[in-house]
């Protein structure tokens, strides 16, 4: 079936370095994508859209790429801090229908 | 205070009773949601409705059901409560925008275990 898949299950990153968390999705007739922060004990958290006309998106210490082409959705992390570690999920679904299809998440690790 | 309350935030249970799980909004969005989330998994859709008289099933709805009793309120009931439904539970509210795709924000979760 259609699917959002994560390349990995943890990533770990010293502080201060930027954080690339990737995302494979498979429905091509998905037009918006959403990255979200769970951290522990916690529902998760809106950080950042993109739709399918766009390739990037930024936002404050976050950037989105989106790659229609290989199907690759990217969040990146800059200057990462200690209050970034979390588990990190990219959602899809096509524009105005309810569903949302999620990957299995990304834990965000940082060294000191 | 939190836009999207979930009561209990901790259950445990025995296999076989009735649980109901309760959600409330002061976001005023229309829309809500009931997630379950495994371990090591992504949220998976339970139930969802538009609005007090649309209720729709999602992808995993065997084994529950719903009540929106008012436009703040969404509650998900376990009616025989099994081990496998053993799971960290999460509601979330959105509100249609016409066109857009609506982001959805999260209650704090509960935390169900059946016995």
């Known amino acids: 079936g259609e699917s959002v898949g994560l390349h990995l299950p943890t990533l770990s990153v010293q502080e201060g370095d930027n954080s690339i968390i990737n995302c494979a999705y498979s429905?091509?007739?998905?037009?918006?994508f959403i990255w979200y922060k769970q951290e522990s004990g916690k529902g998760p958290q809106f950080i950042i859209d993109i739709r399918s006309n766009m390739d990037k998106r930024q936002g404050q210490r976050v950037t989105v790429l989106l790659n229609k082409t290989v199907k690759h959705l990217s969040l990146q992390i800059a200057a990462t801090q200690p209050g970034d570690s979390a588990v990190y999920f990219c959602a899809e679904n096509k524009v105005g229908n309810y569903q949302l299809i999620w990957g299995a998440g990304t834990k965000l690790i940082i060294k000191p | 205070d939190a836009d999207v309350t979930q009561t209990p935030r901790n259950r445990i249970t025995k296999t076989g009773k009735r649980i109901m799980l309760e959600c409330s909004q002061t976001?005023?969005?229309?829309?809500m949601y009931w997630y379950r989330q495994d371990p090591g998994l992504g949220l998976r859709l339970i139930y969802y409705?538009?609005?007090?008289?649309?209720?729709n099933k999602g992808e995993i709805s065997d084994g529950y059901s719903v009540s929106r009793q008012a436009q703040a309120k969404f509650s998900l009931s376990l009616e025989s409560a099994i081990p496998n439904q053993t799971a960290l539970y999460f509601c979330?509210?959105?509100?249609?925008?016409?066109?857009?795709?609506?982001?959805?924000?999260f209650g704090p979760g509960t935390r169900l275990t059946v016995l």
């Open positions: 409705s538009f609005d007090v008289k649309d209720i």
């Open positions: 979330a509210t959105s509100q249609w925008t016409g066109g857009a795709s609506d982001t959805q924000y």
């Open positions: 429905n091509s007739a998905s037009d918006y």
């Open positions: 976001k005023g969005h229309d829309r």
